[in-house]
Nanobody, 116 residues
Framework: QVQLVESGGGSVQTGGSLRLSCAVS????????IGWCRQAPGKQRELVASMGKGDSTNYVDSVKGRFSISRDNAKNTVYLQMNSLKPEDTAVYLC??????????WGQGTQVTVSS
């Protein structure tokens, strides 16, 4: 059973930084894609950042230049470094992974709150 466990959320002021971590059971290379989504109250879930097997990355336009996704293969962990945070970044951030059969796995989410 695949398990993804997020950590690192919290409350910061505008302009602050946070680093989210997602511990993955098994190698991150066993998945075709791994990344982060977020969901704010009353809004649809939004893909924030993703990483493919070749370490290619994609970001939603609103976070480009501020967020960075990376992984530590030895620790089977995926990170989301978030800088210059804005109130509109406030959401529950969820880690996800997609395997070669297009099955998606999700973590439980971690809350990020940015105050002005």
């Amino acid at each position: 059973q695949v398990q993804l466990v997020e950590s690192g959320g919290g409350s910061v002021q505008t302009g602050g930084s946070l680093r989210l971590s997602c511990a993955v059971s098994g190698s991150t290379f066993s998945f075709d894609a791994i990344g982060w989504c977020r969901q704010a109250p009353g809004k649809q879930r939004e893909l924030v950042a993703s990483m493919g097997k070749g370490d290619s990355t994609n970001y939603v336009d609103s976070v480009k230049g501020r967020f960075s996704i990376s992984r530590d293969n030895a620790k089977n962990t995926v990170y989301l470094q978030m800088n210059s945070l804005k109130p509109e970044d406030t959401a529950v951030y969820l880690c996800y992974a997609r395997d070669v059969f297009f099955r998606q796995f999700w973590g439980q989410g971690t809350q990020v709150t940015v105050s002005s």
